[in-house]
């Protein structure tokens, strides 16, 4: 306890090494935690789940079984819940063990709210079984500070009835046929917006800026340096914007949509087809099942492949610094990533888990769309850069802004990156 | 406490400090609640904020209860940054000088309409019109970016029908102008009821004698406005305009959820959004805190110099 309360003093270094060596010893006593009449906090984000009470329920129940100890859990919301865990980070009111979003985890671990979980992974042998682009999101400096839970992915989404009467029915094998593919569409029906190009969504266009070799920043050594000005990185954006405002198959009004606007749209049948999650289909099927009938999937085309990086978002368990059981809750993080609960969490929402081998389980055992999302994750599963400093660039909604402006002929593509790129920089150098 | 005598010089006249007291202590007393409660919710967060702002504060420094003064270095970033000279700073003043005329012109012309109608009937339109405000700005906006939702809203079908528009061929969110213009229907929407009543409120307790004795000397309605009701009316106009004027330069909810508003769209940011996306969004604390305190001096300013012009000192 003592070693943790420094955590929070001293500098990540130095935190790191405490950390590490209380949970080295800590865990030496193996697996046979006695957890009588303790009792252990979770926090999970309300809305992922629609059985949540049920899976809690049996969670509750297993953990009780396997260590004894009580677990006490709150649903918090989504909105708002950054702020929420920022306040509570520096106080006694913080959970032991929190459902936290992939890309706020090194934020979080460099501000020395979380506690790192590498070694008790590694001595545990979990260390090699999670989707690897999901556990990278969790390693900050060499130490990794949550375990993945699950994930989803972006591929495109389309209207299969609108497509077949346009001819179209195969996975576009490159850019050139994916962009052959929304001209057939317009051609059959001047009327449908083929392939909307959302701008306020920024997870449309990493795939294309990936998908034609560039990145969007680069690490070398500590600092990292924005690269969505290089040259390939620039040909993506110019082409992914180009498919509005040179091949006009998109809409005006898509240059201030986001995801949930795209799919609205889409929902009413006004749009061929668009980039969506990989939990949109199950959203669909509930609310028309009829338009579920008619959808198809294929995965966001690289340049000249089938298959384009695409960012692979979701959430890790990680511990938090100012738990005073970190076994206990190192074996829930353990009871909750792998095995029934990580497989039944991941069945019961519509993501994928973050275990790979509960991956490949849904991959084999699922149906046709869920086949082509899993094929995205697993071979283009990719992550935005894995620094502190990215919350901000979020934050600064950098990528929206470039989309906008590129989008509303404000500036060419090139010049625009240079503009992001500026930003970018000035926020990792600061 | 009570029996030290003020041997110096004992005078009759004079109360002793006791008595002094006991007669001062009531008021204090009196107002010692409200301004408890105003020093707790109202000052001791401006003194946090005014501190914040000359820190670097982010999320690290919460944590581990660290302070780093930067003294002035947010105040000079944001004054000497472009971004606050073309497209903040005439944004939020802008759109506040035209939401602030056009919410007084409309609340003053409801009024004077409400206040000729009998008395069912001017309960029956206050009330239509309190409803109005009285819908949270959040679902309001909300509204406003549905009927004005270029690809399949209320209005661009209206406008297509009529043959000025062509279907999907612009998106008005992009275009400052048409942004915040859209932006001060439906601040004006929602901030006029307020003012109308006030103003009914006021026009009701003019003396209807003043309006017979100018009729009688040939004063027109125009006339019997601006030499009657105008003059008597100074104070509540003046309330009336600080208060919206307040309303309208802080305004974030409006902006911040209109498409492209997030900041995602630099050109039609506010002080409100800005402020707003480098604290929350950021996770710059201080930074936001010193925007948070130039918007605060700035309505300040505005406020003493509305005062000072409007108001003589024996009228407040």
């Known amino acids: 306890m003592i070693a943790r309360r420094t955590v929070l003093a001293g500098g990540a270094a130095s935190a790191a090494a405490l950390g590490l060596a209380a949970c080295g010893s800590d865990s030496s006593k193996g697996s046979g935690t006695d957890g009588k009449g303790k009792t252990l906090t979770l926090w999970i984000m309300e809305g992922t789940n629609p059985s949540t009470d049920a899976y809690i329920a049996d969670l509750k129940k297993k953990f009780k079984e396997a260590t004894q100890a009580d677990l006490t859990v709150e649903v918090q919301p989504w909105d708002g819940a950054h702020d929420k865990f920022v306040n509570v980070m520096g106080g006694d009111s913080a959970p032991d063990v929190a459902e936290v979003g992939t890309t706020w985890t090194p934020e979080f671990a460099d501000a020395g709210g979380l506690d790192p979980i590498g070694d008790e992974l590694e001595e545990a042998g979990l260390s090699g079984k999670y989707v690897k682009a999901l556990k990278e999101s969790a390693t900050l400096e060499g130490e990794v500070f949550g375990a993945p839970w699950y994930a989803g992915v972006r591929s495109i989404l389309a209207n299969k009835d609108l497509l077949s009467a346009a001819g179209v029915d195969k996975q576009p094998g490159n850019w050139q046929e994916l962009l052959d593919a929304a001209q057939a569409l317009k051609k059959k029906d001047p009327s449908t917006i083929p392939f909307p190009i959302s701008g306020g969504s920024p997870f449309g266009l990493l795939p294309f800026i990936w998908g034609a070799g560039g990145e969007i920043a680069k690490q070398s050594g500590d600092t990292w340096k924005a690269a969505i000005a290089d040259s390939p990185a620039v040909e993506g954006v110019t082409w992914y914007t180009d498919i509005a405002l040179k091949h006009k198959l998109s809409t005006p009004a898509a240059s201030t949509w986001k995801e949930t606007d795209a799919l609205a749209a889409f929902q009413k049948g006004d749009v061929g087809m668009f980039i969506t999650g990989s939990w949109v289909p199950a959203t669909i099927k509930e609310k028309s099942p009829e338009l579920y009938d008619k959808l198809m999937a294929f995965t966001i085309p690289a340049k000249d492949s089938e298959v384009a990086p695409s960012f692979l978002g979701g959430s890790h368990l990680c511990r938090f610094t100012g738990t005073k059981e970190p076994e206990l809750a190192f074996e829930l993080i353990k009871l909750m990533t792998t095995g029934e609960f990580a497989a039944n969490w991941a069945k019961q929402t519509n993501f994928f888990p973050g275990e790979q081998s509960a991956l490949d389980e849904v991959v084999t055992s699922g149906d046709d769309l869920t086949a082509v999302f899993a094929k995205q994750m697993t071979e283009g599963g990719k992550s935005v850069p894995v620094t502190p400093l990215w919350g901000q660039v979020e934050g600064k909604k950098t990528i929206p802004n470039l989309l906008n402006t590129v989008l509303t002929g404000g500036k060419d593509a090139a010049t625009a990156c240079q503009d992001a790129a500026k930003e970018m920089d000035q926020i990792f150098d600061d | 406490m009570s029996t030290a005598p003020s041997t110096a010089a004992p005078s009759v006249r004079r109360p002793s400090r006791a008595a002094r007291l006991r007669r001062a202590l009531p008021p204090w007393l009196l107002l010692a609640p409200a301004l408890i409660t ?47 000279w073309l497209t903040v700073l005439p944004n939020t003043i802008g759109f506040a000088a035209v939401c602030v005329a056009a919410t007084m012109l409309v609340g003053t012309v409801v ?61 008005w969110w992009n275009n400052r102008w048409a942004f915040y213009g859209i932006a001060a229907l439906n601040v004006v929407y929602h901030g006029f009821p307020f003012i109308a009543v006030t103003i009914l409120a006021g026009l009701m307790t003019v003396p209807k004698e003043l309006y017979e004795a100018a009729r009688v000397d040939g004063a027109g309605a125009w006339r019997r406005f601006a030499s009657v009701t105008v003059p008597t009316m100074r104070p509540i106009f003046a309330v009336c305009l600080i208060l919206s004027t307040i309303w309208d330069f802080k305004v974030f909810t409006q902006i911040y959820l209109m498409p492209g508003g997030d900041g995602s769209n630099r050109s039609v940011m506010n002080l409100g959004v800005w402020s707003y996306t480098e604290a929350a969004g950021q996770g710059h604390y201080g930074m936001g805190a010193a925007i948070a305190v130039l918007l605060t001096a700035l309505l300040l300013v505005i406020s003493v110099v509305y005062l000072r012009t409007l108001l003589k000192e024996d009228d407040l």
Not at chain 2, 68 to 79: A, G, P, T
């Open chain 2, 111 to 171: 009024a004077l309409f409400l206040n000729t109608l009998s008395t069912p009937w001017r309960i029956i339109c206050t009330t239509a019109i309190m409803v109005a405000w009285a819908v949270p700005a959040l679902t309001g906006t909300y509204i406003f970016v549905w009927l004005f939702d270029p690809h399949s809203g209320f209005v661009a079908g209206v406008l297509e029908w009529l043959g000025l528009l062509e279907a999907d061929t612009v998106n």
């Open chain 2, 38 to 84: 105003l020093g707790v919710l109202l000052l001791w967060p401006m003194i946090r904020v005014a501190d914040l702002s000359l820190q670097k504060f982010r999320l690290r420094h919460l944590l581990r209860g660290e302070r780093e003064y930067i003294v002035l270095e947010n105040y000079q970033k944001i004054l000497t940054d472009d971004h606050l």
